[in-house]
């Protein structure tokens, strides 16, 4: 929704009146919304059942938590001004912050421009995808160009400025423009979403000069399955190694929390029929949902498994350790222990089977 001009050569991140006006209105129905189901959760769920006051405070703060997302991701667009331009005399960049009233302005002239390098990136976009219920709106990884321009400034500073293009004729135009200033253009067919915008970064990216064609088509999508081509420099492999560790050190936390929640708190819960009462199911639903979210965009086949393996050993931990050692008991934590497993090994794997299904034969 930011605003290009016609000849595709300048771009602001300001948004148009009416789709300020959408995302006020939606912010106002997710937090109109969120405080309905806590009100409800408080006055009515409350003396009845403790499952349900629960489940409902667990989805207002959902609904509340993406309230503050929009809140927080309007508030980037109308807090800061944002101009890029590829003008007569140079690339132009303009960042002006409204509450400090402070603006920095870049002007790199072509002729100090020492090149640009030009790499695949990629946004998040809603795009209609064929299911089983029919064609609905999907968020998918679609292919920019990722500019990354290196030169000296008016100032005589040393800059590396990044822009994305996710048009073609925006892109063309780009480059006819540098092209026609003797600009050197450099392209890799790796991914530079993770790459910063330093000359160490960028100088050890393996490149070619520019001949007209890009490894990848703009607008594309990207399958979730794609060859994994993306540069990492040392540091953000040191960061993505400790943040696999963290992911790790969850799933492991996920498994430890169930031993108390079975010895401690399941032996309080009645049972029907071999299962836990269906209002006392909220254990049950919280760790599916924090499985998923500590699964989410992993592509090991193995990971799915680990954790359940992780999960089930501590559950039967749980049982062996509480005081309640009747059968009946014994029967509910199965069907618990079954559920949770059953149900997210065939999401997971379900997700992973579909994205490469939609990968491969797109």
């Known amino acids: 929704m930011e605003m290009f001009s016609k000849d595709h050569r300048f771009f602001s991140n300001k948004l148009p009146n009416w789709a300020v006006g959408a995302h006020v209105t939606l912010i106002l129905f997710l937090l109109l919304l969120g405080l309905g189901i806590t009100y409800l959760a408080f006055t009515v769920a409350l003396g009845s059942s403790l499952g349900s006051f629960l489940l409902l405070l667990f989805a207002a703060l959902i609904i509340l938590f993406l309230a503050l997302f929009g809140y927080k991701n309007l508030r980037k667009y109308l807090d800061y001004a944002i101009k890029v331009e590829l003008r007569d005399d140079g690339y132009y960049y303009s960042f002006h912050n409204k509450k400090t009233r402070k603006t920095e302005e870049i002007l790199l002239p072509y002729q100090k421009i020492d090149y640009v390098l030009i790499g695949k990136s990629y946004i998040l976009l809603p795009k209609n995808e064929q299911t089983l219920d029919g064609i609905k709106p999907r968020l998918k990884k679609v292919a920019q160009a990722k500019l990354y321009i290196k030169g000296s400034s008016t100032l005589e500073k040393e800059e590396v400025l990044t822009f994305k293009i996710g048009h073609n004729e925006m892109f063309d135009e780009w480059v006819r423009v540098f092209r026609e200033n003797q600009v050197p253009l450099y392209h890799t067919e790796l991914s530079l979403n993770k790459t910063p915008n330093t000359s160490e970064a960028i100088a050890g990216i393996p490149k070619q000069e520019y001949e007209g064609t890009l490894s990848f088509t703009i607008g594309d999508i990207i399958s979730d399955f794609a060859k994994d081509d993306v540069y990492l420099t040392e540091e953000i492999k040191m960061r993505l190694e400790k943040s696999r560790k963290r992911r790790h050190s969850y799933s492991v936390f996920i498994a430890l929390v169930q031993i108390p929640m079975v010895s401690l708190w399941f032996p309080h819960f009645p049972i029907e029929d071999g299962f836990f009462s269906s209002i006392d199911m909220l254990p049950w639903l919280l760790t599916l949902i924090a499985l998923f979210i500590v699964n ?18 501590a559950i039967n931990i749980g049982t ?28 997971s794997y379900l997700y992973m089977f579909s994205r490469w299904l939609w990968g491969k034969f797109r």
Not at 296 to 313: C, E, I, M, Q, S
Not at 321 to 331: D, R, V
Request: charged letters at 15%.
């Open 296 to 313: 989410a965009g992993n592509r090991k086949w193995y990971k799915p498994l680990l954790d359940g393996f992780l999960v089930v050993l």
């Open 320 to 347: 062996l350790l509480s005081t309640n050692q009747t059968e009946e008991f014994s029967e509910a934590v199965l069907s618990y222990n079954l559920m949770v497993t059953i149900f997210f090994l065939a999401g």
